[in-house]
């Protein structure tokens, strides 16, 4: 083994020579990270205004959390499933009261949550809805982001995350996000389920129109389909409330979360359901050997503490107007749109100033992270722990390099 030199470019090389390229990150080498700031190999520090795509919501290494990852450390990690641990009832109860629900699956990441979804969707269409076996149909949104399995991306309609990934899953109709029409017209008797973020993430952050989630709700009840939303990056405290939905006076049949339910430490996710949907899984039928785990469970307990608290949602709403009113007031000087809600926004800069990649690279020399999506879009997610001032600062850069 070579001993490399760690600073950031040798440290940059050598992650480039030894990685596939599924990633082009920007310029920085972390070495440490505490609250809403991390430092790299050099002694820079930055802001962190990207926040792990809100993996990260309570900051980075909140001592809550870490604290609570590390007396779990002391006593036991793994057991699988095959044997029950005890973080594992109060982990399940606490995230299922959260969600206002009977019972909760955990996994790992995002993808297997939404995978789960789909899964216990299509069990509960044959089961209990009557569908005929193999013809269940699932309704998404154009322009969606649930994940990279080959069943995701089937119905991904975004050519980098779909082409050459082929054969694609059947069983996915796609129509246009924030449509109620089209996605009205698009129920048929198989139609088992609506998957829908609540705001589009990798979109650009883009919240429907109001009434949207009211109308695709009534739709579903009428024609007893399950509406299943994807909060993995929306929900637990991103918008202002544990989930964005709730802004919409909507409650979904299953919530699908992930992200900052692993408090930045362990990827942990999970869906949340009523026993008349999620209750239709038999054992064998789903599962996951790290899923629920004694470490993400006690790290998913303080999470769910922490969110119980509603301080991280105040936070959110409170900050993020601060965020939204800073944002706006750039609008015609290099900013075009701004759309978002709480501490979360998408912002698309006038495209003939720079390229959103060039946005965050410039913003990095600043020392503000953020990461770009989509052409000239740029999206901004801080943790929730942010402060008013760090906020002011983070507009400020922005506003500097786009005034060139
Ligand atoms: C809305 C949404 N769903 C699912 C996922 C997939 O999560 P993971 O990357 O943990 O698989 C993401 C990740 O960005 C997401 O934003």
Request: overall charge negative; charged content about 20%.
């Amino acid at each position: 083994m070579t001993s490399v030199d760690m600073r950031t470019p040798e440290a940059l090389a050598e992650a480039e020579r030894w990685t596939a390229h599924n990633y082009h990150p920007l310029p920085v080498v972390v070495t440490e990270a505490e609250g809403a700031w991390v430092t790299d190999v050099d002694g820079r520090r930055y802001l962190d205004m990207l926040a792990g795509y809100s993996a990260l919501n309570f900051g980075h290494r909140h001592p809550g959390l870490i604290a609570a990852a590390h007396a779990q450390l002391d006593r036991v990690t793994l057991t699988s499933r095959a044997f029950v641990h005890d973080q594992f009832g109060e982990f399940c109860q606490s995230l299922a009261q959260l969600c206002g629900k009977d019972l909760v699956l955990p996994m790992n990441t995002g993808a297997e949550a939404v995978e789960t979804a789909i899964k216990v969707s299509r069990a509960w269409g044959y089961r209990v809805k009557g569908v005929e076996t193999d013809r269940a149909e699932i309704i998404v949104a154009s322009d969606n982001f649930h994940g990279r399995t080959t069943t995701i991306v089937s119905f991904s309609t975004d050519p980098d995350a779909r082409n050459d990934f082929g054969p694609y899953t059947p069983g996915f109709v796609v129509v246009p996000y924030g449509d109620l029409t089209a996605l009205t017209d698009a129920i048929t008797p198989n139609t088992v389920a609506v998957l829908l973020e609540p705001i589009q993430g990798e979109a650009g952050v883009l919240v429907p129109p109001a009434g949207y989630f009211a109308g695709v709700r009534a739709a579903c009840d009428e024609h007893n389909v399950l509406l299943v939303a994807d909060e993995i990056q929306s929900g637990l405290g991103r918008t202002g409330r544990t989930f964005a939905i709730e802004h919409e006076g909507v409650v979904p049949d299953m919530y699908v979360l992930g992200k900052a339910l692993g408090g930045g430490i362990v990827p942990v996710s999970a869906v949340a359901a009523d026993r008349a949907v999620l209750g239709v899984l038999k054992p064998g039928e789903h599962g996951s050997t790290f899923g629920g785990n004694p470490l993400a469970c006690a790290v998913g307990i303080e999470v769910v503490r922490l969110l119980a608290t509603g301080e991280f949602q105040r936070r959110s709403a409170e900050l993020g107007e601060r965020l939204h009113e800073g944002l706006n007031a750039l609008v015609g000087k290099g900013v075009v749109t701004v759309r978002g809600r709480g501490l979360w926004a998408g912002v698309d800069i006038d495209p003939a100033l720079m390229t959103g990649r060039q946005a965050c690279e410039r913003l990095a020399e600043r020392g503000v992270l953020a990461k770009d999506t989509h052409g000239s879009t740029i999206r901004l997610a801080p943790p929730l722990v942010v402060t008013a001032e760090e906020l002011d600062h983070a507009v400020a850069q922005l506003a500097a390099i786009l005034a060139g």
